[in-house]
């Protein structure tokens, strides 16, 4: 379910084409991902841009109505994990395992690999129902400064 604001063609048209309960995975540079995956790399250099300016304008477009955190991410990163828990009060969370997470990214409608450099810095978002009263349940916006 798409509101309005990537330039990424790719991502916009996958975006678009997400349907409920679909997964969007959107990684760090360093996450190896499996052969044959829908892979949309945004990244540019190292750190840029960065999975939270990823997740944000993902968000501003698309409705997810949960997520899921690599299950390694509150150890190894635990100010990230502490900063999507923050942006994303209304979304029930959840963690992945490495294993779970590859057989994810097999049949997500796309992996979204960023510039990040961070330590286990992935997180799994699903989609929503394309529903008035699930878009304003789940809705997450961020101004462009947030970004």
């Known amino acids: 379910m798409v509101k309005s604001c990537i330039i990424n063609a790719a991502l916009s ?3 678009a084409q997400a349907r409920h309960k679909d997964a969007v995975v959107i990684c760090d540079a360093n996450m ?10 945004v990244s540019l250099v190292r750190g840029v841009p960065t999975m939270l300016q990823t997740l944000k304008g993902i968000l501003n477009d698309f409705v997810a109505e949960r997520y899921q955190v690599f ?11 502490q900063k999507i828990q923050s942006l994303l ?5 959840g963690t992945i395992t490495q294993k779970e997470l590859f057989q994810v990214m097999e049949s997500a409608a796309a992996v979204v690999r960023t510039g990040d450099m961070g330590s286990c810095c992935t997180v799994v978002l699903y989609s929503a129902s394309g529903m008035d009263k699930y878009v304003s349940q789940f809705n997450c916006q961020f101004q462009e400064g947030e970004l």
């Open 71 to 81: 299950d390694l991410m509150p150890q190894y990163n635990r100010e990230m994990d």
């Open 32 to 41: 190896p991902v499996p052969r044959g995956c829908n892979i949309i790399d």
């Open 89 to 93: 009060p209304q979304l029930p969370k």
């Open 13 to 15: 048209s996958t975006l």
